[in-house]
């Protein structure tokens, strides 16, 4: 990538690359109970332009405050081989689980072009014992089905796909540049079929539009049969730097639904708990249904307590 990048265009698609130098690509997160205890993000900003992307602040410790720049300045982190070995053994060694993907997808559409993830993930190879996580939308995850075949035989991965809606048209307007439900479906399915342990996320769930129980259901039904090891849920984040590309897609796409989000999010990030109860219960009932485990998010242990490792290198 590195002698290749600079600023690279993609003029079709209007997004700009640039090369970002990173201290480190896997961070140590200290910030408050987490069910990770490591970060890496390879990319910073993300084309698949989701309206409630709750990771859009992040390019505003870039200075850029324009929500469009989310979506057409990418940032391509460099990558050192040996450098991230030293940093996943480090990882190892504290026992806790390193989560790829917690800011921006690690698959979005700049990884076929610049291929960070991959040697992110080539340099994990190396490292056996690791706990590792990917959380993606995309697709394109199942070209590594191979790679993570291989790190899985050493070390504990799996791969988490977000999906909030089974309807493509109503993906389209809240996704408008991540693949189709059903094709991350496929993936999921051929990750599975190479022995890669995947979880459906549901994330995030979003009052009047994807928390119906048909919606639910059907998404559990179809990871279920994609092979997927279990479900995990989370509602609606509205963060400053989110609620307000968020809220102003309602008003546009959705007028009739903003007094109802008025309502439960009060000018807070939260949801009223008693709506994320309800919405808590329905995932665990219908998820008991088809014969799926589910959990919420914060039942992910807390990753300041570090597990035994059972593996041994
Ligand atoms: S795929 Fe993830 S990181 Fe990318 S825009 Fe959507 S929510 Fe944000």
Not at 34 to 53: D, H, I, K, L, Q
Not at 122 to 146: C, F, H, N, Q, Y
Not at 195 to 205: D, E, K, Q, S
Not at 267 to 272: F, H, W
Request: hydrophobic share 40%; aromatic share 8%.
């Amino acid at each position: 990538m590195a002698p290749r990048l600079g600023l690279t265009l993609d003029e079709c698609r209007g997004v700009e690359y640039h090369e970002l130098h990173a201290k480190d690509l896997v961070n140590k997160s200290n910030a408050r109970p987490m069910p990770f205890g490591w970060t890496v993000n390879p990319y910073r900003g993300c084309e698949m332009a989701c309206r409630y992307c709750f990771a859009r602040y992040t390019h505003e410790f870039l200075g850029l405050n324009d929500p469009d720049a989310f979506e057409r300045k990418i940032y391509v982190k460099e990558t050192k081989r040996d450098r991230l070995i030293a940093e996943f053994r480090r990882a190892r060694k504290s026992g806790q689980l390193v989560a790829l993907g917690t800011a921006t997808d690690p698959y979005q559409p700049a990884e076929a072009k610049f291929e960070v993830t991959r040697r992110v993930l080539e340099a994990a190879r190396e490292v056996p014992g690791l706990l590792l996580s990917i959380t993606t939308k995309s697709t394109l995850v199942a070209r590594d089905a191979g790679l993570l075949r291989e790190i899985g035989a050493s070390s504990e991965v799996t791969v988490n796909l977000s999906i909030t809606t089974v309807d493509p048209a109503l993906a389209r307007r809240l996704e408008p540049r991540a693949p189709r439900p059903d094709l991350r479906f496929v993936a999921m399915n051929a990750l599975a079929d190479a022995g890669v342990a995947t979880r459906l996320f549901i994330m995030p769930i979003l009052p009047g539009l994807t928390d119906h129980e048909e919606n639910l259901k059907a998404l559990l039904v179809a990871a279920r049969d994609a092979g997927a090891v279990g479900a995990e849920s989370n509602v609606l984040f509205l963060r400053p730097g989110t609620r307000e590309t968020f809220l102003q897609f309602l008003a546009i796409d959705f007028p009739q639904l903003v007094p109802e989000y008025e309502r439960l999010y009060r000018g807070l990030a939260y949801a009223r708990p008693d709506y994320v109860r309800d919405v808590e219960r329905r995932v665990r009932y219908l998820a008991a249904e088809v014969g799926l485990a589910a959990r919420r998010r914060e039942d992910r242990p807390d990753q300041r307590t570090p597990r035994q490792l059972s593996l041994v290198w």
